[in-house]
């Protein structure tokens, strides 16, 4: 099935409606942001000195100390997250996080996911570009990999971490689903999508020649960026659907709707409507007595016992009135 022909490609609750609020989902570009600053806030706080045999803290040349960071050291993708299979997870872990020392890692990589990400998201739904940002984050963590095995071999300390494999992937299918999209660099300088994207790719071409050659080392996981971008170019010319991946079953599109339709229910003005209110005790008395037929009395609970019993007390009310 192709990717315009998915149900859940054609996200009809992005369509403003009298419920928009109640019908609209949150946004997966935004919980994905959420998620991967509060994931940074964790790296800075959660972290320890460096020491030397004597005890004493290790310094840099600038004076600075020297400093562990745990959530970095055991998430970040290495050499081993390759060659120890049950470290396989960090291939996705590392797309989370980003440099302790600098704000600026975290924040163009989310200024461009939110940029791309939002478009994309509106265009072919949700739970596709779920799918679509975690898998290239797997690819490029992949590749990063085989990278530091294949620069620095298996025992390699080298690390990577970044979403810029998901951010360029989604950067990419942007532009090929909308090459003539007016794109502000750095809010001021107009430029179509395919050209600004086409001279992110080549930048990261040519920094990947310059290592190979050993003329340069732009200290950026490029082949990750280039992995991201395959990726996305793959997808689109293959019409990939990644139906395999079932992850919209976790949750789906009609439970979310449902819950927050009663979220917004609930705190509506309540109408009293003694008729309505009767009726709907005896329906709720009903599957309460189904349920211990089924299941014996033991399987309430202790709402569903006070509520059996006050219909019981109305009953019994009802019978001596009358």
């Not at 090929?176 to 660099?185: D, F, G, K, Q, V």
């Not at 994207?197 to 960026?225: K, P, W, Y």
């Not at 395959?230 to 979310?256: H, M, R, T, Y």
């Not at 209110?277 to 007595?289: F, H, P, T």
Request: with cysteine; glycine share 8%; net charge neutral.
């Amino acid at each position: 099935m192709g990717l315009d022909q998915r149900d859940y490609g054609r996200d009809d609750f992005y369509q403003p409606t009298p419920w928009d609020r109640a019908q609209k989902p949150r946004s997966f570009v935004l919980v994905l942001i959420i998620v991967t600053v509060v994931v940074w806030l964790l790296q800075v706080s959660i972290k320890t000195d460096i020491t030397d045999p004597s005890g004493a803290a290790v310094r840099l040349e600038d004076g600075k100390i020297l400093q562990k960071h745990f959530i970095t050291d055991w998430f970040s993708v290495k050499s081993e997250s390759l060659t120890r299979p049950y470290k396989i997870w960090q291939t996705l872990t590392y797309g989370f996080l980003h440099n302790e020392s600098s704000l600026a890692h975290l924040v163009f990589n989310m200024i461009g996911l939110w940029m791309f990400g939002t478009a994309l998201e509106r265009d072919i739904g949700r739970w596709f570009f779920l799918k679509f940002y975690l898998l290239a984050i797997i690819f490029g963590g992949i590749v990063g990999s085989i990278t530091a095995i294949a620069m620095s071999g298996p025992e390699a300390s080298m690390t990577i971490i970044g979403a810029s494999g998901g951010v360029v992937a989604a950067s990419v299918l942007y532009a090929l689903r909308y090459p003539h999209n007016i794109i502000m660099l750095f809010g001021v300088l107009p430029m179509k999508a395919w050209i600004l994207v086409t001279g992110f790719v080549i930048l990261d071409v040519m920094n990947f020649t310059a290592e190979l050659t050993g003329m340069g080392n732009s200290g950026t996981a490029v082949t990750v960026h280039l992995a991201g971008a395959a990726f996305a170019a793959c997808a689109f010319k293959q019409n990939w659907a990644f139906e395999w991946l079932p992850l919209e079953s976790i949750g789906s599109i009609e439970d979310v709707q449902r819950t927050m339709r009663q979220r917004v229910t609930r705190a509506k003005l309540k109408i009293h409507d003694p008729d309505r209110k009767i009726a709907s005790q005896e329906l709720e008395a009903v599957r309460i007595l189904e349920k211990i037929h089924e299941h014996g009395e033991d399987s309430l609970t202790a709402a569903e016992r006070k509520t059996l019993q006050r219909y019981s007390e109305q009953k019994r009310r009802a019978r001596q009135e009358d």
